[in-house]
């Protein structure tokens, strides 16, 4: 049986984000998050950045705050009332698209500023 990461809930995946210069923060993302085009984006970054074969945890190289954003963009398309976003690094703190209170621009993607 695979073993699961102390404080990832269950149907969640760990990811590290942040961009160049930032300090990088562990999110639990629920898994139905990574089929989302939104988030094949986010990928398709990190693959440009650290390349196909990058070893260890999903490492994304976006703003945190950018980050969250589009977990959120994902959580509202999606509809997905159960699982939500969990800061790892921030005592399990969750994100919604309804509770959250991050004022940013809309974006499609994360790319560099």
Excluded: W
């Excluded at 969250?68 to 969750?94: E, F, K, M, S």
């Amino acid at each position: 049986m695979p073993h699961r990461q102390q404080g990832v809930p269950k149907g969640c995946v760990t990811v590290r984000v942040g961009a160049e210069g930032e300090e990088q923060r562990r999110f639990a993302v629920p898994l139905g998050h990574l089929r989302h085009p939104l988030f094949a984006a986010l990928l398709q970054e990190a693959e440009r950045e650290y390349g196909f074969r990058h070893q260890g945890a999903i490492a994304i190289p976006c703003r945190v705050d950018r980050f969250v954003h589009v977990d959120q963009l994902i959580d509202r398309d999606l509809g997905d009332h159960h699982l939500h976003l969990v800061d790892l690094d921030n005592c399990g703190a969750t994100s919604n698209a309804n509770g959250g209170h991050i004022h940013l621009p809309r974006f499609v993607g994360c790319f560099r500023d």
